[in-house]
């Protein structure tokens, strides 16, 4: 005599529960050592990026270092009467506070003396957006970054370097001697997964 249905269709389900409790922890297995192998490439990629965001500052930092103390003016973003946005005019940093453009005269390489009567250039670091980015929190551009930009140095109208790009900001703080200089970005390593970092360095001016 058979078994009844109801015996067979218990024994399969019985078969399905078996098999699912020894799939599960392959499941599980698997997604932890798929974690555990992204852990150590996501370091290696982060450990990257920062050496990579420190040599920009260092990068930034070689122009400001011939700077002369007494020169370096900054400007910020204004919102006019209109609403409008304009830049306002050059005025001397404010201590600890934080500007995304720095102006400054440089003294010309072999120049030690102090009298000043050497012929200097001006110059303008500062941070702008990519075309087509605008601050708004969106990739507007759709490379996969959100409102980066780059680094210009700048001699008038003249573009003289672009030192760093896809950063999210570039800021520069002036206390007396020192120019720190501050970025911070952010770099897709795969899918929904970004690096993210920043690095803050101070520059003691020369003393010419
Ligand atoms: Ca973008
Ligand atoms: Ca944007």
Redesign the pocket.
């Known amino acids: 005599m058979g078994r009844s249905l109801g015996e067979e269709a218990g024994f399969g389900l019985l078969q399905i529960l078996i098999a699912a409790i020894a799939i599960v922890p392959i499941i599980v297995v698997g997604i932890v050592r798929g974690l555990h192998e992204r852990e150590p490439r996501a370091k290696v990629a982060q450990a990257e990026f920062e050496t990579r965001l420190a040599a920009v500052v260092d990068g930034i930092g070689q122009q400001v270092l011939p700077a002369r103390q007494s020169s370096l003016r900054t400007r910020k973003r204004v919102i006019k009467e209109d609403g409008t946005v304009a830049m306002s005019d050059w005025f001397t940093p404010v201590p600890g506070e934080a500007y995304s453009e720095l102006r400054f005269s440089r003294v010309p390489f072999g120049h030690t003396g102090r009298s000043g009567h050497a012929a200097t250039k001006t110059y303008v670091l500062r941070f702008a957006?990519d075309e087509g980015?605008?601050?708004?929190?969106?990739?507007?551009d759709g490379d996969g970054l959100?409102?980066e930009g780059v680094v210009e140095l700048r001699s008038g109208e003249r573009l003289v370097a672009t030192l760093a790009t896809r950063l999210r900001t570039c800021q520069f703080v002036v206390d007396d001697w020192k120019v720190s200089i501050f970025v911070e970005g952010e770099e897709p390593l795969e899918r929904g997964y970004y690096l993210d970092a920043h690095v803050i360095k101070t520059f003691t001016l020369k003393r010419l």
């Open positions: 957006f980015e605008t601050e708004n929190g969106c990739d507007d959100i409102d």
